[in-house]
Structures are given as C-alpha cells and as structure tokens.
C-alpha cells in the first residue's frame, strides 16, 4: 500500500503537467516518447529468454493494453479538458476494477462495489452540472477508454503475475509491459503523428517528457503493478482515486486553473467516504 501511496503523490502533478507543458504537441507522439523513455529504464534489467513465449506474449499484450492504449486515449483527452477535469473523470476507475474483478474472480464484495459507486456519483456530479458542450462529452468519453485500459491492466497483470513465477523479479519481467505499450503507439503514430513536431518542441517540453517518461511513467508504473499484487481489488479501487484530489489540489494551486470550488468540494467529499467505504473492514 505504501508503494501505491507514494506513487499517487507523484502522479498528482502530472495533470497539471501535461496541459501546462506539452499542449499543442500531438498526444501519440507524447506517448511514444514518454514510453519509449519508459521501456529504456528497464532494458538493462530484461531477461526475455527466460520467459516462455506464451507468457511473453501475454505481458506484451498486458503492456499494449494497459499503458499503450491507455495513453493514447488519455493524452488526447487534454485537447478537450481542463487538466482538473481530467484528474476528476478518472475517479470512476474503481467501478472498472470492482466490476472486472468480480467477473474474473467470480467473487463479489458489496462493499466495494458501493465504494465504486459512491466515487463515480462523485464524477457525475461535475458531469452532469458543467455545460453540455460536445467538447465536454468527447473528453468524459476518452478518459473513460482510459479509465478501463488501466483498470484490466492492472487487474491482467496480478493475475498473470501470479501463475508466472519461475524465479524473474517484476523488474526482470517489465521491459515486456513497455515493450508492447511502445509498438502500439508507434503503430498509431504511423497514422496521426506529424513527427516534423520534434524540430519544433522547446527544451522545456523535452524535459517534461524525459521526467514523465523515466518516474511517472517508467518508475511510477512499475511500482504500482508491483503494489497491485499485495493488496485485494477494493483497496486497489480506492487507491485509484488517491491521485484524484492531489491531481486537483496541483492544478488549482500549482498550475493557475479555474473550476467551480463548490462542485469540486463536493465531488472530493464523496470520493473521501468512497475511500472509507473501500477501507472498512468486514
């Protein structure tokens, strides 16, 4: 759990990050380069032949999943959300991780489901009181994609992590995650990217992305897999949204945006009792 924790604190300036920083740059190719810097981290550490090639493929197609596509959808997202906005609409990710897990467990846990439910009331009343504007909906709708890649992400790699254990550390075996996240934005990129953008990018951008790519993508999502293992599904829920109400104290206080406090207030309220509920012991 201290894993997951310290993980949410560093996510929470990311928001803030990727709408001040690298706006107006192509969100795939962000994505390749924040995850190609991520796949580099542990290329030193990669023992692909030891892993069979069945279970290979499984964890590339994990990686494709859960940081590929999942980037894909969410760094779009910023082209039509504050970056407040977007930290918010991820609070409805517990309600993926309760909902999936029951299915491929076969095992339902009340309790966390109405944490889930709680934390996504939460969303909906920023959602349904803001203005109904397309823009507004596209953007609810690709954090959402986003939302679920992350959610069976995590949940594929517990349980590919699990029936796997032939002596590899998870940094032995996390090159592979990457390695699939990096071919499917690069395929995407072959249709969207203008990869001129790269002349133009300012010193500050590469930074941005070099610190993105190396700890909050290459490290960060390392260490939250690694922490997903050792915690059930409704705790792995409420952590979720940790970086929810850190997200948005960062990009009012730290990033200059506007939003409607008492909205926010309340949402906050309501993920604070998801968390609650999530945490209680039977």
Known sequence: MTLLLLVSIIWAFS??????QLAGLDPTLVAVLRLSLSLLVFLPFARWRAVPGAA????????????????????RAYAYLAAYEVALFTIITPL???????????????????????AAIGAAIVIYTAPHSPRLLTGFLLVQGSDFCFALGQLLWRRERARFANGLGDAQLFALPYAGAVALT?????????WSQL????????????????????LCFFWWN???????????AALNNAKVPLGVAC??????????????????????GALWIAGRKK
Request: proline share 2%; aromatic share 14%.
């Open 15 to 20: 928001f803030g990050l990727v709408k001040g």
């Open 56 to 75: 290979r493929w499984r964890f590339i197609a994990i990686g494709a999943l859960q940081f590929g596509a999942m980037y894909l959808f969410y760094l």
């Open 96 to 118: 993926y991780i309760v909902t999936l897990d029951a299915i491929m467990e076969r095992r339902w846990e009340t309790r966390f489901m109405l944490a889930a439910l709680v």
């Open 186 to 194: 690069l395929i995407a990129s072959g249709f969207t990217t203008p």
């Open 199 to 218: 002349a133009d990018m300012t010193l500050s951008q590469f930074g941005t992305i070099a610190y993105l790519g190396i700890v909050a993508s290459g």
């Open 226 to 236: 690694v922490g997903a293992r050792h915690v059930n599904a409704g705790i792995l």
């Open 251 to 272: 990009s009012l206080l730290f990033f200059g945006e506007q939003a409607e406090l008492p909205l926010l207030v309340l949402s906050l309220t309501l993920l604070g």
